[in-house]
């Protein structure tokens, strides 16, 4: 998405929403974080793509206002940036088959990552396509651009990238991957 539809987009769409949520919608993407890092200097006119981003506003959750990225957004004839990823291995269609080893053992064990996609740093040569646009203060005529630095939920390869990661740390781990198996 480039400057000209952000503007756009932002202004149509989800303004009410953006100005409802104020500063805090990208709290839990703060550079203090070490998830994004600010792109300076920026120039408008440059004819690069961005990452489209919308809130979404969830109550029964702990982060009530989270921020999506739209990895399938295109432009009139550009390729989205899921279009020219690879996807990698379906690893959903592995659960099945874990959860059947679930009736072998007398106990059984799960886990959830919090924040996994966020645990996972992306290469700084590859940053650069994981850029998004945020109005400065809330002040439409400036606008500022970052980057990501960790991977992205919204983005094809994600979630091959996060089970990739897992079965590499494990393999890494022989002796604690035997003592899940085991028990």
């Known amino acids: 998405m480039r400057v000209q539809l952000f503007r756009n987009v932002e202004s149509r769409a989800y303004a009410q929403k953006f100005l409802e949520i104020g500063e805090g919608y990208l709290e839990p993407y703060q550079e203090e974080e070490d998830i994004i ?7 408008e006119n440059d004819n690069e793509p961005f990452l489209p981003q919308r809130p979404v506003l969830k109550d029964n959750s702990t982060t009530k206002v989270r921020p999506v990225f739209d990895g399938s957004a ?16 379906n690893l959903i269609e592995l659960i099945p088959s874990l959860i059947n080893k679930f009736r072998f053992g007398k ?5 959830d990552i919090e924040k996994a996609f966020l645990q996972i740093e992306i290469q700084a040569s590859d940053r650069k396509y994981l850029k998004f646009l945020r ?4 002040q439409r005529e400036k606008l500022k651009c970052f980057q990501h630095k960790r991977v992205v939920f919204g983005i094809l390869s994600s979630p091959f990238l996060l089970g990739a990661t897992i079965e590499f740390h494990l393999s890494n781990a022989p002796h604690l991957q035997e003592e899940l198996l085991v028990n």
């Open 37 to 43: 890092e600010r792109i300076e200097p920026f120039n």
């Open 74 to 89: 295109r432009q009139r004839n550009c390729p989205s940036l899921n279009d020219c990823l690879e996807k990698g291995s």
């Open 107 to 111: 106990f059984g064990l799960i886990s």
């Open 135 to 138: 109005w400065e203060h809330g």
